[in-house]
């Protein structure tokens, strides 16, 4: 990997949900390739598959993308984000969903098209709900998903179902999850979540009625946290923790 500056471009450079950056987590400039995904052409900036058959480059390592949203600005890791969904749609749309035909890039817009039909597949975003709920003036509801093996909790989540709205996928999601009815739902913001391809909009809300059920294969524990008595959160720059932030301390949602 050349230190020249010449007609390299600024890389995302991939190994699933691994970056590569150097020790002061900053991107390698390389030269670009036919292969490359054109991420800002006006400024050089390209994206790539790192195959596990290549080697490392000397001084670089690959650090897990959510590593990143604390080491950079909301503007970076957002860039980031589209880089690594930009690839993940490209690698997962190779062939045609309508004929199965073998698809081409698009030269000038994010597409795959088909020779053969000329359909085009382009970025799907999946919206997912993320709620923050609160009882009374001093009590915060944090569950902790079954597939996490640390201590952390978090906030209510996930995806919209067709036909729904926004606060019917809040009132349907918080119901099967931990089996209780809320009331009062806000939006409050959005954040782009590459894990693989989501927009997160975050919504807070107020309990209504009901004792807590768990649903067991999604969440392995529930329950209300006095404010000043809270477990190990979501990190910060995640929204997740904006909207802890935003109704214990009253903190401004991040624009």
């Known amino acids: ?12 450079i991939f190994h699933h949900h691994q970056l590569l950056v150097d020790e002061n987590f900053q991107l390698p400039k390389v030269e670009q390739l036919a292969s490359d ?19 490392i480059p000397e ?9 990143l949203i604390a080491q950079w600005t909301k503007i970076q890791f957002e860039q980031a984000s589209r880089a690594l969904q930009l690839l993940e749609w490209r ?33 799907r975003v999946q919206p997912c709900i993320i709620t923050v709920i609160t009882r009374g003036q001093d009590e915060i509801l944090l569950a902790k998903n079954a597939k996490n093996t640390s201590n952390m909790y978090g906030l209510i989540a996930g995806f919209v179902e067709v036909g729904e709205t926004l606060e019917e996928a809040v009132t349907r999601e918080t119901l099967e999850e931990v089996g209780i009815k809320v009331k009062n739902i806000q939006y409050l913001a959005s954040q782009p979540w590459p894990f693989p391809s989501n927009l ?3 919504f807070k809300a107020e309990y209504e009625s009901g004792e807590i059920v ?13 404010f ?24 401004k949602m991040p624009d």
Request: glycine letters at 4%; hydrophobic letters at 35%; aromatic letters at 8%.
């Open 200 to 202: 997160m909009l975050a």
């Open 1 to 12: 990997m050349s230190d020249q500056t010449t007609d390299l471009s600024l890389a995302y």
């Open 91 to 123: 690698r997962n749309h190779k062939f045609c969903s309508h004929c199965g035909h073998e698809t081409e890039v698009h030269p000038r817009e994010y597409a795959m098209v088909c020779p053969a039909c000329r359909y085009h597949q382009y970025p």
């Open 228 to 251: 000043n008595a809270l477990p190990e959160i979501p990190i910060s720059g995640s929204i997740a923790h904006a909207m802890i932030e935003h109704v214990i301390h009253n903190k």
């Open 214 to 226: 768990l649903q067991e294969e999604e969440i392995s524990d529930a329950k209300f946290f006095k």
């Open 37 to 55: 995904l054109v991420f800002r052409s006006g400024d050089q900036i390209i994206a790539r598959d790192l195959f596990i058959e290549e080697d």
């Open 59 to 67: 001084g670089y390592q690959l650090v897990p993308i959510r590593q």
